[in-house]
């Protein structure tokens, strides 16, 4: 079952990158978002920091191990969120 | 200044001549009062156009001439120059291409929302001087490879270019039809001032369908027993009917020209067997004017114009050298790739474009190469897109049976597309934006230029909009045009929790709208009747949006005031899908007060 904020997370990462051919439904919270899976990029990952700074106010450092966890996928995005949100 | 030997067939000022009754512009309307324009009404016409810009206020930078005709185009375009001033010709009549020259200081004059139009009386007009190294007028490229460039070309670079074509294929009196526009170096050389400066007559309007082409060959035969020559392009050409009795006007035609793109061989030769003469295409660009020719029945390599000097480098990228280029000395670089032989040469494609994306050098012919060696891919076109880290976009004609009809369909091909470009491309740098198409879209001229590629990609930057992906005119009223439902679009979002849907009120503004761009209706729409919508139409779905316009004379108002300009207008839509009917009814506009007959 999809959270509220996993489904609150997918419109922010369909409409931050302009993926065109993905809507709610083709992202598997447990698929990977980078490479495989979703098959997001570099710059994306910059896009979605940013995104994910201005929305919930969370700080992360680019190319981090900690960045690389939480961008795993879905869930772990979500549970990030959970834990860190300032806003 | 009448020594024509001295200086080309433009600086020789011809429509200055003391020869009144000399045709100017045949009147291709059978039922005008006279046959022609003659050169006495010419010189008239441009003194009453001088008139009305002596009369207006600010003297601009520029004159910004669009016109539908080309006779109402080269008096204006006269007009302006004698006066000493300079004209730029915005490539298209979109509001933001007109207001970008407004923002360059350019005034308006012709057949654009604030044009300027002549004064109604006939006045004398004013002979200046045109001194040869002046700009005379300022040309857009078709952007079909980036941005539009503005290009400036002096009244000498012009007269060299005349001359040579009249020289290598004089006009000698015969009537010149056009059919391209007169906006682009093409239309402007080939279509108007070839005519106007080897004193032939050109046809007062553009001809812009078959069945007018065929009509007004024939009427032209009667009415003067003398020949004809074409000045197409290759959307023209390829569209030619079997069903037009072409029989009863062979023999008019003396020869076809064709430019802006390739001509298909097949089509240069259904164009020949149809219209019973030689198509000479025109190979060259807005930059360096013509470069040269080929007549494709007979050979496929080009020969360089006379006066045309050309080389190839170790690249096979071809260079060149034209008194009618900027500089007449240097030798420039063109974006082909060419095999040469003495003046001959043949084509051997477009040289690699380059993009950056997210600060990766990336080669877009590479792209188009890689997409077009895949199963069900016919033809690829990858652009940089003007969003952030210059994203590409791709457009990709597919096989019929390959065209995706649903979010599920297209999905699993974009995904197919990217798995087989990844092991040859970085990641980063993969077509994030792809449309796809059933046929290539092209403009009037045949090129996918940068209007066609605005329009192709629209939908990001208005959540409102459908995705364009083509459409075909089937005559000045009626449309159909291919769109898709944007994923993201802002009119499904929460229409239903569970399944987002377009709703019928959002088709029927899509179909005001595309009447607007597509057959340009303007108009309030007043009522709806026999609307319908019998099945869903879904984000991802491809439909096609079918447009029909009829003029309604039961409805006329009082604002009518004469036949040609009837206000209600009716306007059938439907779309439709592999699924079914999504949407039908029939809207009815009432054009406001004021407005002009597009």
């Not at chain 2, 004698?82 to 298209?92: K, N, Y």
């Not at chain 2, 500089?327 to 082909?336: E, G, I, S």
């Not at chain 2, 990766?360 to 990858?382: G, I, M, Q, Y």
Request: hydrophobic share 40%; proline share 7%.
């Amino acid at each position: 079952m999809t959270s509220e904020l996993e489904h609150e997370l997918k419109h922010l990462i369909i409409d931050t990158l302009e993926l065109e051919d993905v809507t709610p439904e083709d992202i598997d919270p447990d698929e990977p978002l980078f490479v495989e899976g979703l098959g997001l990029d570099s710059i994306d990952a910059l896009e979605l920091g940013l995104a994910l700074q201005k929305r919930y106010g969370i700080k992360l450092e680019a190319d981090s191990d900690e960045t690389r966890h939480y961008f795993r996928n879905l869930r772990t995005l979500a549970a990030l969120v959970e834990e860190r949100r300032t806003a | 200044m009448t020594n024509d030997a001295a200086h080309g067939p433009l600086l020789a000022t011809p429509w200055r001549d003391r020869d009144p009754a000399r045709a100017v512009a045949w009147q291709t309307d059978a039922y005008a009062e006279a046959p022609w324009h003659t050169l006495a009404t010419f010189q008239a016409d441009v003194g009453a156009w001088q008139a009305a810009l002596d009369a207006h206020t600010e003297s601009p930078d520029y004159w910004m001439l669009s016109t539908h005709d080309p006779y109402r185009f080269v008096c204006a375009l006269i007009a302006a120059w004698e006066r000493g001033d300079r004209v730029i010709l915005p490539a298209d009549t979109r509001p933001a291409t007109l207001e970008a020259l407004d923002a360059l200081g350019a005034a308006r004059l012709g057949d654009i929302p604030g044009g300027l139009t002549p004064s109604a009386s006939p006045r004398t007009p004013r002979w200046g001087t045109l001194e040869a190294e002046r700009i005379a007028v300022s040309l857009y490229t078709s952007g079909s490879t980036g941005e539009p460039q503005r290009l400036d070309k002096t009244f000498a670079q012009l007269d060299a270019e005349l001359g040579m074509h009249a020289a290598l294929w004089p006009l000698e009196a015969r009537l010149t039809l056009s059919q391209v526009s007169h906006q682009h170096i093409y239309g402007l050389l080939f279509g108007i001032l070839r005519p106007l400066c080897e004193r032939s007559p050109f046809a007062s309007e553009v001809c812009r369908y078959p069945e007018t082409l065929h009509q007004w060959l024939a009427h032209w035969h009667a009415q003067t027993r003398r020949e004809a020559v074409l000045i197409s392009a290759p959307p023209t050409l390829e569209r030619l009917p079997e069903t037009l009795d072409w029989s009863a006007v062979d023999g008019v035609l003396a020869r076809i020209h064709s430019s802006g793109a390739p001509l298909p061989r097949d089509a240069a030769e259904h164009a020949q067997r149809l219209l019973g003469a030689e198509v000479r295409e025109v190979y060259g660009s807005s930059e360096t004017g013509g470069i040269a020719w080929r007549v494709q029945s007979r050979d496929t390599g080009w020969t360089a114009f006379p006066d045309v000097e050309i080389s190839a480098d170790s690249e096979h990228q071809l260079w060149l050298r034209t008194p009618w280029l900027a500089d007449p000395a240097t030798w420039t670089l063109q974006a082909d790739r060419v095999a040469v032989d003495d003046t001959r040469f043949q084509l051997l494609g477009r040289s690699d474009r380059i993009a950056k994306v997210g600060g990766k050098r990336v080669s877009l012919t590479a792209f188009d190469r890689a997409l077009v060696e895949l199963p069900d891919v016919r033809r690829a076109h990858c652009a940089p897109l003007p969003r952030r880290d210059g994203r590409l976009g791709a457009i990709v004609e597919l096989t019929p049976e390959a065209v995706p009809h649903d979010h599920a369909t297209r999905r699993r091909l974009i995904q197919t597309l990217r798995a087989a470009l990844a092991p040859r491309f970085e990641n980063v740098v993969l077509p994030r934006y792809w449309r796809f198409v059933k046929a290539w879209p092209r403009d009037a001229q045949g090129k996918l230029g940068a209007a066609c590629l605005s329009r192709l990609f629209a939908d990001l930057d208005d959540p409102r909009a459908p995705r364009w992906l083509g459409e075909t005119l089937d005559g000045p009223q009626s449309a159909r045009l291919t769109l898709e439902v944007p994923e993201r679009l802002a009119y499904v979002e929460g229409h239903f929790a569970t399944q987002p849907v377009v709703p019928g009120v959002v088709m029927v503004r899509w179909a005001l709208h595309a009447a607007r761009e597509s057959l340009g209706l303007h108009g309030v729409c007043r009522d709806m009747t026999r609307i319908k919508f019998p099945l869903l139409l879904l984000p991802g779905e491809r439909v096609t949006l079918t447009l029909d316009a009829t003029y309604d004379s039961s409805h006329e108002t009082a604002h009518d005031d004469t036949h040609n300009n009837a206000m209600t207008i009716r306007l059938r839509f439907t779309f439709t899908s592999q699924r079914g009917t999504h949407g039908t009814g029939t809207l009815t506009l009432t054009r406001p007060e004021g407005a002009c007959h597009a």
